[in-house]
């Protein structure tokens, strides 16, 4: 039944590019330029650095400022605490990926691995600052979408260490040879990972453009649809539709869940790993929830959120 589903899928894809083509042109250019302008120089040297702190097995020192906070608060390994630290800095999907090549090469263990995808694979402190942050309404502070997008890691946390039966801190686990790379292989291993995000970017920026052309009126609801399928586009959108604690709202929500774009370019980087991509959906989904709590609680406190 799944598989009939996904191949009349692909045909239905494949006809309304034959129908309609120059809106997968303009699709697919919008896509492969965010990706070339934005992801490529915002994503790709931080990659290769951590491939080579991975290969150089120099994970302790960057981790060492907080090492005793990650394995207290989060219960990690020294390599589960930096994927998390790479998930944080780096963006989608650094994190899942560290994770998965962590699970491969056997520096974390396959229960570590479940847990640390629900909380390691977040938009980074640069992309919130730099681009959501632009589509802010002047009446929402930036603080407040930093602090609804990662305040929830905290009870997500708590969550799957129950759900995964965490119960301390992970034990660190020997490095294997198989786990050491040249300069020369990182580079192409991360070359390969963001050629994959820019097909996943590319073709949901299709999709993107397609729902914009949809003979719907009600601009509100393709714009939440933009973000539920694209954070770039979707915030672009609901940044000109929405306004004050709405449009905050829409673009917190949006960002915490990472939209269908990035689920797929996670789900691109976990598979050979074992790691299931429903649990992560269902946790980003959650975290999503918890954003939307946490702002709405936050912006009913008139000292911390001033009314315009």
Same mark, same amino acid.
């Given at each position: 039944m799944k598989k009939?589903?996904?191949r009349l899928l692909s045909v239905a894809a494949l006809f309304f590019l034959l129908l309609r083509p120059s809106i997968a042109y303009e699709g697919a250019r919008n896509g492969l330029l965010l990706w070339g302008s934005v992801v490529v120089?915002? *994503?790709l040297p931080f990659m290769i650095c951590s491939n080579v702190i991975v290969a150089l097995n120099a994970i302790h020192i960057l981790i060492f400022p907080v090492k005793r906070l990650l394995h207290r608060f989060f219960c990690l390994s020294d390599a589960g605490s930096y994927a998390l630290v790479s998930g944080l800095l780096c963006g989608y999907p650094m994190g899942a990926r560290t994770c998965s090549d962590f699970m491969d090469n056997?520096?974390?263990t396959e229960n570590e691995g479940k847990y640390l995808l629900a909380i390691c694979n977040h938009p980074s402190p640069m992309f919130l600052l730099g681009y959501a942050a632009s589509g802010l309404p002047q009446t929402v502070p930036v603080w407040l979408l930093l602090v609804c997008i990662y305040l929830p890691i905290l009870p997500v946390s708590a969550a799957a260490r129950a759900y995964y039966r965490i119960t301390g801190p992970a034990r660190s686990l020997p490095v294997s040879k198989k786990a050491v790379q040249t300069f020369d292989?990182?580079?192409?291993?991360?070359?390969? %990972?963001?050629?994959?995000?820019?097909g996943y970017i590319m073709l949901f920026s299709i999709l993107a453009l397609y729902i914009t052309k949809l003979p719907v009126n009600i601009p509100e609801y393709k714009a939440i *649809? *933009?973000?539920l399928v694209e954070i770039t586009t979707g915030i672009k959108a609901i940044s000109e539709t929405f306004s004050g604690f709405?449009?905050?709202l829409w673009i917190a929500a949006a960002t915490a869940f990472g939209g269908l774009s990035g689920i797929f370019q996670t789900k691109s980087v976990i598979k050979n790993a074992g790691l299931s991509i429903r649990h992560y %959906?269902?946790?980003k989904a959650f975290h999503g929830l918890l954003t939307i709590i946490l702002f709405i609680l936050l912006t009913q406190v008139p000292v911390? %959120?001033?009314?315009p």
């Open positions: 009939s589903f996904f120089p915002t *994503l056997g520096r974390i292989d990182s580079l192409m291993d991360s070359c390969e %990972v963001m050629v994959k995000i820019g *649809l *933009l973000g709405s449009g905050g %959906v269902a946790w911390l %959120v001033p009314s």
